[in-house]
């Protein structure tokens, strides 16, 4: 139990484009949902927490307009990076708990690839 | 504020070899305390995790025990495999009342040689 898609897994682009990536709780439903950036060698950079419903928190030093989230439903968040650049190459991983205060379950990462 | 310390890699170990990974903690209150596994590549696993002072964690060979009197939480594998070449990150959430955000530790990676 507690299965947590992410889509696409890799993904390269040209500069300028806009990436989105999706995250889906398979078989719960997430009130909760975080987005991570892993760079290479490092550890998780938090970058921002959605609830359903709501607008996403963002950390300090993120860019909340060129890393756009949506959290529409309980069971789909999406990032979307705008007019993404080669700087945003990075590991992008999102996870989901069930409610705030229940353990986060994460994906498998996205790996964007911009040339 | 609330951090997560964990020892340096690389950690390379020959097969069979019993594992250590140390990780100490600062936090106020009482929190919970994991160890995720990150295989080359893929996302981040859940391995174990323990969530009051005594609580020891277990899963596939691996043990931690939260330690509240040291602020530690060190990862014990008697008998490593080469199929356990990874990176391994330790991690704390704060009270219930938050949003269980994590902290992370650097990660460490640890290297099994057959």
């Known amino acids: 139990g507690a299965v947590v898609s992410q889509h696409p897994s890799w993904v390269i682009c040209k500069s300028g484009t806009s990436v989105k990536i999706e995250c889906r709780s398979l078989?719960?439903?997430?009130?909760?949902m975080f987005w991570y950036r892993q760079f290479p060698k490092q550890s998780l950079m938090l970058m921002a927490t959605s609830n359903e419903g709501s607008k996403a928190t963002y950390e300090q030093g993120v860019e909340k307009d060129k890393f756009l989230i949506n959290h529409a439903s309980l069971t789909l968040s999406t990032l979307t990076v705008t007019s993404a650049h080669p700087e945003d190459s990075s590991f992008y991983i999102c996870?989901?708990?069930?409610?705030?205060?229940?353990?986060?379950?994460f994906g498998d990462g996205t790996r964007l690839s911009i040339l | 504020g609330n951090s997560v310390t964990q020892m340096e890699g690389p950690v390379t170990l020959s097969e069979e070899a019993f594992l250590t990974i140390n990780c100490t903690y600062t936090?106020?209150?009482?929190?919970?305390l994991f160890w995720y596994v990150q295989y080359p590549g893929e996302g981040l696993q859940l391995l174990l995790k323990a969530t009051k002072a005594d609580d020891k964690g277990s899963n596939k060979g691996f043990e931690a025990t939260y330690r509240k009197e040291t602020t530690s939480f060190h990862l014990e594998k008697g008998s490593v495999q080469v199929s356990d070449s990874a990176v391994y990150f330790c991690?704390?959430?704060?009270?219930?009342?938050?949003?269980?955000?994590?902290?992370w530790g650097a990660g460490t990676k640890l290297i099994i040689k057959p």
């Open positions: 936090a106020t209150g009482y929190p919970s």
């Open positions: 996870s989901a708990s069930m409610y705030s205060n229940q353990p986060q379950h």
């Open positions: 078989d719960f439903q997430a009130t909760t």
């Open positions: 991690a704390l959430s704060g009270p219930a009342d938050s949003n269980y955000q994590l902290i």
